[in-house]
């Protein structure tokens, strides 16, 4: 069975949405656990207590992605976890088709479903491990996989993200210390040390809306999380080189946005250079 755990941080209308697009589309049992990460929106509770059939958590404050969703993972019981976030959904049946995957490929300890945008196009959601090399490439947009067709991975995003629930646990679930960002591809580097592999599956599709719960764009904040998250990455799996080289450049890239940069700019870029050179907790 497949226990699919959604989170939502406001916006308790997209996660309904996703959860009858699960429903329209399977017709057996499901178990959706969701779990609301301290939404701060007004109505939110109560909407969010409307959605049957489903076990709804209450968070008392956001706890950050990776520890509500290990959250919703112990209260859960399948042998499968979905993880999938709250702005997706599905337009066809995916369930059957993930069991029989998993079923037929025991190597396989977790892997990435194929996102889609809301017009069809396909999301980058897959890459290799982060280093200065391989992200500055993803920035580029470079296709990191010279095949298409190649279903072993490095990472897959954490939308749409299917782990076994023996190997899960083998590694502790997600590493709380991320808030958000770089927790499913340090997810999926701790999986893969256990020698289990990461594969995408690319013929099951699921629609993503993207940044769905940060209408209007990205504040500083989440900016400033992005770069501590990431400093936190490098420094628990890159090399000392890479991690010489990515400190060395967000160095220079935030004394210039500190003297030359809009109001937002200077301050993401002081929040930068104060966490540069101290371990990131």
């Not at 755990?5 to 178990?31: C, M």
Request: aromatic letters at 10%; a positive charge; one cysteine or more.
């Amino acid at each position: 069975m497949i226990s699919i755990v959604i989170v939502q941080f406001n916006h308790p209308d997209l996660t309904k949405r996703a959860v009858e697009s699960l429903r329209l589309h399977h017709k057996g049992d499901l178990e959706i656990t969701v779990v609301d990460n301290g939404s701060t929106a007004p109505g939110v509770h109560a909407a969010t207590e409307q959605l049957a059939g489903c076990t709804v958590i209450f968070n008392p404050e956001n706890a950050g992605f990776g520890a509500a969703n290990n959250r919703g993972a112990r209260t859960s019981h399948g042998g499968l976890l979905l993880f999938l976030n709250n702005d997706t959904r599905v337009h066809t049946e995916i369930l059957t088709h993930i069991e029989s995957y998993f079923a037929r490929t025991p190597s396989c300890g977790a892997a990435g479903l194929q996102l889609l945008n809301p017009d069809g196009t396909v999301q980058y959601s897959t890459g290799k491990f982060p280093t200065v090399w391989s992200e500055w490439r993803m920035s580029l947009r470079h296709d990191l996989y010279k095949r298409q067709d190649t279903v072993r991975r490095d990472w897959v995003s954490g939308a749409a993200l299917v782990v076994r629930r023996t190997v899960f646990e083998e590694v502790g679930g997600f590493d709380e210390r991320y808030f958000m960002y770089f927790d499913d591809v340090d997810l999926c580097a701790r999986i893969s040390r256990t020698g289990h592999e990461i594969h995408y599956i690319p013929d099951v599709r699921v629609e993503h809306m993207g940044g769905g719960s940060q209408p209007g764009g990205i504040p500083p904040s989440v900016q400033k999380e992005y770069r501590r998250s990431q400093l936190l990455y490098y420094t628990r799996h890159a090399s000392m080189i890479d991690n010489v080289l990515i400190r060395g450049y967000l160095f220079a890239t935030s004394l210039c946005r500190r003297f030359l940069g809009n109001r937002d700019q200077r301050a993401i870029a002081s929040n930068v250079l104060s966490m540069l050179f101290r371990s990131p907790q």
